[in-house]
């Protein structure tokens, strides 16, 4: 293990993660859990999620994958946001129907999300 990863691993713990029995499968190093109960691989720098079955294995994709999305429409919703100031009255209001359809988007897949990750754990 690199001396970055060691000292990656020391300032989760310092933060209050801690060490596993586990490895990552992807690299091999210690996985740490953090405060959220979330595995977490510090050379990878991701979550890694603990399955025993394909089944699970697709469960958790679901879980991963609605999170991703559910980032995507965020960070545009944040854009639009930003570009008002400098509108015109009717572009802004193309804008703001627009952020309103993504928030519909958002707080529907936050739900999914929710009732997703519920049925994981």
């Known amino acids: 293990m690199e001396k970055d990863v060691v000292k990656k691993i020391a300032q ?25 109960g979330e595995l ?9 999620v603990l399955v025993k079955t394909e089944e699970e294995a697709q469960q958790a994709l679901e879980v991963i994958e609605l999170r991703e999305v559910r980032k995507i429409i965020f960070d545009k919703i944040l854009q639009l946001g930003k570009e008002l100031e ?6 802004m209001i193309d804008h703001l129907r627009s ?7 958002y707080e529907r897949l936050s739900r999914v999300h929710v009732e997703t990750a519920k049925a994981t754990s």
Request: hydrophobic letters at 40%.
């Open 86 to 91: 400098r509108l015109s009255a009717s572009e």
């Open 40 to 48: 977490y691989c510090a050379n990878c720098e991701r979550t890694v």
């Open 12 to 36: 989760l713990v310092r933060a209050g993660a801690t060490l596993t029995s586990y490895t990552c499968p992807a690299c091999g190093t210690v996985l740490v859990r953090l405060k959220t």
């Open 99 to 105: 952020m309103s359809l993504l928030l519909d988007i």
